[in-house]
């Protein structure tokens, strides 16, 4: 089923959550640092709303944009990357299978998922994905309801790992307020998990969380990306990748281009700049944006500088809680 957006000139797929199985939901309450009691059962009421029936239902949170702005590359030509790996599963495990997962989320009664990946922070607890995938964009709102991460996730949640669950969100200004948003499509979820205390980081231990790197000149860049994609030959079950030199202003924007036939549930995965070395500590210097439905075999992540510094420093304090008047970026903590 797919609705138009009114606020991005896209398709944004969803699924309506209706009847008896897939009934139940509601907006989160408050929480309380992640401590309280309260917390502690917002949390595992989140937990318990993603039951594999609803994970299966929700559908990907992508954006298929329709013409790019200077036509296809070549005046014409039908499209495709020159990636080494045009998308391909990834069987060498290692950090970077821990690390990455697949997010959900609801707005209103509609059921959402995305990709993203754990990172390097002070906080212990942040997860980089797209904007699109915190926030609709375009004075739009932050998706607040049932938002979970599951880092490991093959065939479902990885049982030791678990689930976790937004307290604050941050994004890009210019992918908030703007209507065409998409060289900041960048989003930080401040998460937490279980009943034990532990960070995002100490429960991924020994796997180092990957850095984040921002102003890193992309010329003559190899990258490679991962994600969950969820529609056509892909399932979301199964962590995917490719890999390949990227290109700046493909499309008319000030975006990386990266040759991938990933597609819907791969937004928000992390792209990593080579050398990717699979069980070290890599950086990310970009994540899956957008696609075109007339430019086949290409997806498209905003570059790393100043809009996405000023959100991910600012979900990157002891607390990670949204500031009362952040003027650099804009976030929302969901206990409001």
Known sequence: ?????????????????????????????????????????????????WTPERRAAAVPADIT????????????????????????????????ARTTGRVFFQSGNWLYSCSGSAVQSSAGSLVVTAGHCVNSGNHGSFYVTNWIFYPGYKNGPDATLGGWTATDLFTTRTWANTAN???????????????????????????????????????GGTYTAFGYPAEQKYNGMT?????????????????????????????????????????????????????YNSLKGYLFGPIFDEGEAAAFTGANTSSADCPTSPSAYVCVDISD
């Open 1 to 49: 089923m797919l609705r138009r957006l009114a606020v991005l000139v896209a398709t944004f797929a969803c699924v309506f959550v209706a009847g008896s199985t897939l009934a139940g939901a509601q907006t989160a309450p408050g929480r309380d640092g992640g401590q309280s009691v309260d917390a502690r059962a917002e949390h595992q009421r989140v937990v318990d709303f």
């Open 65 to 96: 944009r329709p013409t790019p702005n200077q036509g296809r590359p070549g005046g014409g030509g039908g499209g495709g990357g020159t990636g080494a790996v045009s998308g391909a599963t990834w069987t060498a495990g290692g950090d970077v």
């Open 181 to 219: 948003g998409f060289a900041d499509d960048m989003g930080v979820a401040a998460v937490v998990g279980n009943t034990t205390g532990k960070t995002l980081a100490q429960a991924l231990a020994p796997s180092p969380l990957p850095t984040i790197a921002f102003s890193v000149s992309p010329v």
């Open 239 to 291: 962590l995917t990748y490719c890999q390949g030199p990227v290109t700046v202003g493909l499309d008319g924007e000030s975006s990386l281009a990266l040759g991938c036939n990933m597609n819907g549930g791969s937004s928000g995965g992390p792209w990593f700049r080579d050398p990717f070395k699979n069980g070290s500590t890599n950086t990310i210097n970009s994540v899956t944006s957008y696609g």
